[in-house]
């Protein structure tokens, strides 16, 4: 949960929050995501996730799907210092280039640029939103 603030260094290195380290540990997969982000997850979620992707049905859309989180997915690794390198490809991605946002979701974490986070931190229809998802059990 909750969301942290660092700075991309002039290699591509990021400091991982120390309270999302815990739950990352110290290797973990990031991968694109959606909306413009990278998603980032601990090794146990990556395999449940690499589960569900196997469930997908083998028409274009399931390949499809299957290409946009495996192809690009890189393993990741917390130095010494709590830092870890985002490869250029995914970077160029999800537009990071000085400010990163960490956005703890549930069994992931998403990787924001900070202009894309704030772009994306659209709250005004939030209200419709739960209303729907009262579909799945949501009740507010």
Known sequence: M???????D???????PAKLRDDLGES???TLGLD???FA????????????????PGNKEGRKLLRHFLANAAPCEVDKQGRTLIPAKLREY??????????????????W???RWEESDDYEDIEDI?????AYGLSF
């Open 94 to 111: 999800a537009g990071l280039e000085k400010d990163v946002v960490f956005v703890g979701v549930l069994a992931k974490i998403e990787i």
């Open 130 to 134: 739960a209303e729907d998802m009262s």
């Open 28 to 30: 973990f997969v990031v």
């Open 113 to 115: 640029s900070r202009e």
């Open 2 to 8: 909750g969301t942290y603030e660092h700075g991309l």
């Open 36 to 38: 413009g982000c990278l």
């Open 41 to 56: 997850y601990p090794q146990n979620e990556w395999e449940g996730f690499i589960d569900k992707l196997n469930k997908l």
């Open 10 to 16: 002039a290699k591509g290195r990021v400091i991982v």
